[in-house]
């Protein structure tokens, strides 16, 4: 695995120090590199955050904003990224599912306590890496799910990814999204249309009607068999989903 971005949020420094030389000794035993930044408030991560760190590790007492409120503002512009909240009080950690946090450390936890909780995060992360994009616009970084993406549209020189939260809008060509989406379960229906097959929901003449809206995409002449074939080999190797 390459080196893990991992942001710590945690007002205490003497408790940031404690987590570094965790990170550090994990690093040391199970050969995953961790490059960490520290940050002392939730307003000040927030302000600076781009969806580049792979997790982050959150305490829940922090001055200005809570690490709870934080967490759930960091959901609405990062969905995905793992949380792992930190805090001296149990009963305040369990609150952390609601941010879909992926566990929580209670002070004054060990480092096995914390190794236990590495594992999942490495775990995650991996996953993450190959099932995620991070796309850029002007209103900055985005990281977008394969599974959430119904279809990628292109107009001019802007791709839209039609996703299950809305649409993405940024500066590209068809080419830059095959080359990173998953060629087994995405398939140009026409040059301006890019579908995620696990989204299709039915094939009507000439249209292939995709997500949770219906929408409506004409399947081009020349594509028509190269999308049937390849709409076929997918429903037999992993089936569609139920929208």
């Known amino acids: 695995m390459r080196k893990m971005k991992t942001a710590i949020v ?11 030389e965790h990170l550090k000794r994990y690093e040391q035993e199970r050969g995953v590199e ?20 792979d997790c982050i590790f959150m305490d829940i007492d922090l001055p200005y904003l809570n690490g709870m409120d934080g967490a759930m503002k960091l959901r609405e512009v990062d969905p995905l990224v793992p949380i792992v909240f930190i805090t001296s009080l149990a009963q305040y950690a369990i609150r952390g599912y609601e941010a879909s946090a992926l566990d929580y450390l209670v002070k004054p936890y060990s480092y096995e306590s ?13 996953t993450l890496r190959e099932g995620c994009i991070v796309v850029k616009n002007m209103q900055g970084a985005r990281r977008i799910s394969f599974d959430s993406i119904y279809y990628v549209e292109v107009h001019k ?3 839209l990814y039609h996703t299950d939260e809305g649409v993405t809008d940024v500066w590209g060509s068809m080419p830059d999204a095959e080359k990173v989406l998953p060629q087994e ?5 026409g040059v ?3 579908v995620n097959l696990r989204h299709v929901r039915s094939i009507e003449g000439n249209f292939v009607v995709v997500g949770a809206d219906g929408d409506r995409l004409k399947i081009s002449r020349p594509r028509k ?12 190797g992993a089936g569609v989903s139920d929208e």
């Open 114 to 126: 914390m190794a236990m909780t590495l594992n999942r995060v490495v775990a995650r992360v991996s």
């Open 185 to 189: 379960s995405f398939c140009k229906c």
């Open 157 to 159: 020189h802007r791709l």
């Open 192 to 194: 301006s249309w890019l």
């Open 10 to 20: 945690e007002d205490d420094a003497e408790a940031a120090k404690r987590l570094c």
């Open 225 to 236: 068999k190269a999308f049937l074939s390849a709409l076929h080999r997918y429903i037999e």
């Open 34 to 53: 961790f490059e960490t930044t520290v940050f002392s408030d939730a307003v000040f991560f927030l302000f600076a955050y781009k969806p580049e760190f």
